[in-house]
């Protein structure tokens, strides 16, 4: 016997169903890149303390604050970490990853600098060479903080 033909409603039902994902599933990419610095990795403590009394004596113990993160995130330079968007967005809320205004202003600036080595020089390009120049404090402002960023 010849097997069951499948219609066009239930392959487009299948199609749907694996389509969906969630929030949680989503991953970024995070990565440790000083570019003005001599750091090997970036160490964040991700626990919470919290005290108990034992027999009249307070013990401290620690759990881990963001579900599915060690207690202390060692990403080492260059390595890529991903991370779900709502580890992400409690990462970005304790301060270990560039806030999003800081990741459009490091994007902009990585943007507006001209190339290197052109094909062609233009009179433009010289007249506008030393418009591109930034201070030490601006590219520590801009480039370099001690913070995870988005690859």
């Known amino acids: ?13 299948e199609k749907t169903e694996k389509k969906t994902t969630k929030k949680s599933e989503k991953k970024i990419k995070l990565t440790f890149s000083p570019i003005m610095g001599a750091a090997s990795q970036f160490t964040a403590l991700l626990r919470e303390k919290s005290i108990k009394e034992d027999f009249g004596r307070e013990v401290a113990s620690y759990s881990p604050a963001i579900k599915g993160l060690p207690m202390k995130l060692v990403v080492q330079k260059g ?3 991903e991370v779900t968007e709502k580890q992400f967005e409690e990462l970005q809320a ?16 990585i943007s507006n600098l001209s190339a290197q080595h052109p094909e062609t020089l233009t009179w433009e390009m010289i007249v506008a ?20 960023i988005r690859v």
């Open 1 to 13: 016997m010849a097997p069951k033909k499948k219609t066009k409603s239930e392959k487009s039902e």
């Open 79 to 81: 390595e890529v970490l």
């Open 94 to 109: 304790r301060g270990f990853v560039e806030s999003n205004e800081e990741y459009k202003a490091r994007q902009d600036f």
């Open 129 to 148: 060479e030393g418009s591109n120049f930034a201070t030490l404090r601006d590219s520590q402002k801009i480039i370099y903080n001690d913070k995870l």
